[in-house]
């Protein structure tokens, strides 16, 4: 069966550190793969999204994320967080041939001054 | 930007009562989709609608669930009787192709208490 795992549930980190939020999935077909960001009381919005071709893929706000498919990982980096990152990150995957989403559990993501 | 909206963002009810919840998705896009998290869970897939039907569900979207689309701006989610597992919160999301290469914008969510 498909899953995503997020180890880190929350992580603390002070501003302008780096940081990178782990996330490894396990699917016996191929997927896509998918970081959403949830603002305290707003929606998922999409960061960054990989289909295929290169594997480190861009997103907004500074986000970048490395798919390495040997170690079925899909990790998150930003080099300097702000204040204003501080959120809950889902990592999440599409199935080839459905519709659906398969998403972690999230990792809280505190940014201190 | 247009966004998915939903209503209401906080919903209490009584055990065995009917709820709706209503979103209302992105205008140009023909895919809509449920999905709920139960607190301290992972965000899990119900169903995904096109085309006045249901085109994908999981095994949570049992009988007590279903799904219209009343007109052309609303989506809606209703549970026929509410249990006490059925509190979590309710995500709409909307796409405008359902490859899965498209993104799904999601909506704020409906949290959803049973009493």
């Known amino acids: 069966a498909q899953s995503v795992t997020q180890l880190d549930s929350q992580v603390p980190v002070f501003e302008e550190a780096p940081v990178e939020l782990r996330c490894n999935y396990s699917?016996?077909?191929?997927?896509?793969l998918f970081w959403y960001v949830q603002y305290p009381n707003q929606g998922l919005q999409l960061l960054l999204k990989y289909l295929s071709g290169s594997t480190l893929v861009k997103g907004i706000n500074g986000f970048e994320a490395e798919f390495n498919k040997s170690q079925t990982s899909f990790h998150l980096r930003k080099p300097s967080v702000h204040i204003s990152d501080t959120a809950e990150y889902f990592c999440a995957v599409s199935l080839y041939g459905t519709y659906k989403y398969i998403f972690g559990t999230g990792t809280r993501l505190k940014v201190l001054a | 930007e247009p966004e998915v909206t939903q209503t209401p963002s906080h919903q209490v009810t009584q055990m065995g009562q009917e709820v709706i919840l209503r979103c209302v998705p992105i205008?140009?896009?023909?895919?809509f989709y449920w999905y709920r998290q139960i607190l301290g869970q992972k965000v899990e897939f119900l169903v995904s609608f096109y085309n006045n039907e249901i085109s994908e569900k999981s095994e949570i979207f049992d009988d007590q669930f279903s799904v219209e689309r009343p007109d052309g701006s609303n989506f809606t989610l209703k549970i026929r009787s509410t249990k006490l597992e059925d509190s979590a919160m309710y995500f709409c999301a909307s796409s405008y192709s359902p490859t899965n290469a498209d993104t799904q914008y999601f909506g704020p969510g409906t949290r959803l208490t049973v009493l």
């Open positions: 205008s140009n896009h023909l895919y």
């Open positions: 699917s016996s077909v191929s997927v896509y």
